[in-house]
């Protein structure tokens, strides 16, 4: 989604807040300790045009993170206030899933515009989904919608969709959580691989079905967006 925005024109930033899984580095392939301002604040790394932040830069990536609470709101409100992120039209934060330390942390640090839940077709998958939905709610951050992700495949020889994880589910939780499905994004062998070396779907594979999908995705989020700044201008 960062990438795909990216090549709208906007600068983005990529925050990577899943504090105890951190993949960011390595699907964009950008390793290594960020530089320090001598007003110490910490230099994002660049990876595809975007500007990107990670505890995969400050911890060993074989070392498991092991923190409690109170260390993980604390790396996570680092992250939002000594970061030099510049001028942004957007900061992308990718969330663990469930509703732990990391996204309270942030519901309650940051004015954030939005949240996009990310699900799979299955119900136990859309379980999570929902509890994440609910707690945006709670904390009044607005909920762009949902989407669904592995949603199906398409066959390269006979053009025909396959719900390998069942099919509707995302329709469906949107219609129950009155929220609008963003959109669908197929499940294409070659993202594994893409991921794993660092050369991300969107870049390597610009006209895929994944990478059109992601391009039609920010679309949509950004119009989104773009409602809700007006919205908040006019009240």
Not at 6 to 29: E, F, K, N, Q
Not at 83 to 109: I, M, N, R
Not at 111 to 138: C, H, N, W, Y
Request: aromatic share 4%.
């Amino acid at each position: 989604l960062a990438l795909a925005l990216r090549s709208t024109g906007a600068s983005v930033g990529l925050l990577d807040v899943d504090i105890y899984g951190p993949s960011i580095p390595l699907m964009l392939g950008v390793h290594g300790r960020p530089d320090v301002t001598p007003e110490r604040k910490i230099v994002p790394k660049q990876a595809h045009d975007l500007l990107v932040m990670s505890i995969g830069f400050l911890a060993d990536e074989k070392a498991p993170v092991i923190w409690r609470g109170p260390m993980v709101h604390g790396i996570v409100q680092q992250f939002l206030g000594d970061v030099a992120w510049g001028e942004l039209d957007y900061l992308v934060l990718d969330l663990p899933p469930g509703t732990g330390d990391a996204a309270l942390t942030l519901t309650q640090s940051a004015p954030l515009s939005g949240a996009v839940i990310v699900t799979t077709p299955q119900e136990v998958a859309l379980i999570d989904a929902r509890k994440g939905l609910k707690m945006f709610e709670r904390v009044n951050v607005p909920v762009l919608g949902i989407v669904e992700n592995m949603s199906y495949f398409l066959c390269p020889n006979c053009e025909t969709r396959h719900g390998l994880f069942g099919e509707g589910g995302g329709d469906r939780a949107a219609a129950e959580l009155g929220v609008d499905l963003l959109g669908q994004i197929p499940l294409q062998p070659d993202v594994v691989q893409s991921g794993d070396t660092g050369q991300p779907t969107v870049r390597a594979h610009p006209g895929s079905p994944v990478a059109l999908a992601f391009d039609d995705l920010a679309g949509t989020v950004a119009r989104k967006l773009a409602v809700l700044s007006g919205d908040n201008e006019l009240t």
